[in-house]
């Protein structure tokens, strides 16, 4: 089966860059037809969809966040990565990667999510 695992500091000062790794096995992160997504939520809040990168690599990113986030992909390590520059307490939530067939509602598999408190 396909599994995800997150993982980064769980701990970033204000002002600074929010790095998160996926380590993607039992699956290609370039299989066709495929979306690899970030999402996030933060403490009593619902899900937020940050943004995905395809299996050919395009990127997508939420509306609220593209200003500040960029994901990029090692395909020799079967991983993806989230950068969210300038971050702030607002952004202290669990992060989670998942992945998404193109075309279809919801993910069909998650990493167990991983906890970045942003505090100085």
């Known amino acids: 089966q396909v599994q995800l695992q997150e993982s980064g500091p769980g701990l970033v000062k204000p002002s600074q860059t929010l790095s998160l790794t996926c380590t993607v096995s039992g699956g290609s992160i370039t299989t066709n037809d495929y979306n690899w997504r970030w999402i996030r939520q933060p403490p009593g809040k619902g899900l937020e969809w940050v943004g995905s990168?395809?299996?050919?690599?395009?990127?997508y990113y939420s509306p609220s966040l593209k200003s500040r986030t960029s994901i990029s992909r090692d395909t020799s390590k079967n991983q993806f990565t989230l950068q969210l520059s300038s971050v702030t307490p607002e952004d202290t939530a669990v992060y989670y990667c998942?992945?998404?067939?193109?075309?279809?509602?919801?993910?069909?598999?998650w990493g167990k999510g991983t906890l970045v408190t942003v505090s100085s």
């Open positions: 990168i395809s299996y050919s690599g395009n990127t």
């Open positions: 998942a992945r998404r067939r193109i075309g279809t509602y919801g993910m069909d598999y």
